[in-house]
C-alpha cells in the first residue's frame, strides 16, 4: 500500500541537529495531518492542515515546525529537540478536514530517537 | 478524566474465542467513532466505523451508546491474525480532529 509515503523511516539525531520529516500522500486528499505516538500514550495530534492551509496547531512546542507546499506534501521541520521528543510521527490525510466521518489514511511513521 | 479510556490489556484468547473490548468517551459533542487496528510497529488503519444502530462487518460487531457515552467492538471466531493493537477513536468536534484512546492490546494464541 502506497497511499500514504513518509520518509525517512528512521532518524536519529541529537539535539543540535536540523533536520526534517517527509511526507507525501498519493490519494487526491485535501487535508493532511502530523500525528506523534510515545511509547505508552495515545497518538496526539500536532498539526493539521487543509488546502496547504494550517487549520489546527495543537499547542506544539516550536521546535517543531509543519510546512505543507501544496495539498500533496507535507513536512516537519524539527530543531534542538529533547530526548522526550524520540517517538514515531505519523502522517496521514483524509478528503477533507471539516467532514466528521472522512476516514484518515495513515503513512508506515517515522521513528525519530534523540539523543 | 481521560477523553478516550481503553484497558489497555492484554487480552490473551485462544483462537476460536469471542472477545468483547469496551471504550468510553468524554466529549458528549462527539459525532464520529471508529475503530483502528494497530499492528507492532505499523501504523494504524481504519477497522471499521461505529453508527448509533451499531453495526457489523464479518465477525466484526461495532456497538454506540450514546447515553453512556461509551463504545464497544466485539470480535467472534478469533484468528491469530487478530492479534494487533485496537484503537478507539472519537472525533473531537464539528471537524476531522480525531482523538484516540491508548489502545487496547489483543494476543490470540493457538
Known amino acids: 500500500e502506497t497511499g500514504v509515503t513518509q520518509t525517512p523511516r528512521h532518524l536519529v539525531m541529537g539535539m543540535t541537529n536540523k533536520k526534517s520529516l517527509k511526507c507525501e500522500q498519493h490519494l487526491g486528499h485535501n487535508a493532511m495531518y502530523w500525528y506523534k505516538q510515545s511509547a505508552k500514550k495515545p497518538l496526539e495530534l500536532m498539526f493539521v492542515y487543509s488546502l496547504e492551509e494550517r487549520v489546527e496547531n495543537n499547542s506544539v512546542p516550536s521546535r517543531f515546525s509543519p510546512e505543507c507546499p501544496n495539498s500533496s506534501h507535507l513536512f516537519l521541520h524539527l530543531h534542538t529537540l529533547q530526548p522526550e521528543d524520540s517517538a514515531l510521527y505519523l502522517c496521514?490525510?483524509?478528503?477533507?478536514?471539516?467532514?466528521?466521518?472522512?476516514?484518515?489514511?495513515f503513512g508506515p511513521g517515522t521513528r525519530l530517537t534523540v539523543l | 478524566r481521560k477523553e478516550v479510556e481503553q484497558d489497555p490489556g492484554p487480552f490473551n484468547v485462544p483462537e476460536g474465542a469471542t472477545v468483547a473490548f469496551n471504550c468510553t468517551y468524554s466529549n458528549s459533542a462527539s459525532q464520529s467513532f471508529f475503530w483502528y487496528r494497530q499492528d507492532c510497529r505499523k501504523e494504524p488503519k481504519l477497522l471499521m466505523s461505529?453508527?448509533?444502530s451499531g453495526n457489523e462487518d464479518g465477525r466484526f460487531t461495532a456497538q454506540l451508546n450514546r447515553a453512556s457515552q461509551y463504545i464497544s467492538l466485539l470480535i467472534r471466531d478469533s484468528k491469530l491474525s487478530d492479534s494487533a493493537t485496537y484503537l478507539c477513536v472519537v472525533n473531537r468536534d464539528a471537524g476531522n480532529m480525531l482523538t484516540f484512546g491508548g489502545g487496547t492490546r489483543l494476543m490470540v494464541k493457538p
Open positions: 461505529v453508527y448509533s
Open positions: 496521514a490525510s483524509s478528503q477533507d478536514s471539516g467532514t466528521v466521518s472522512d476516514t484518515q489514511y
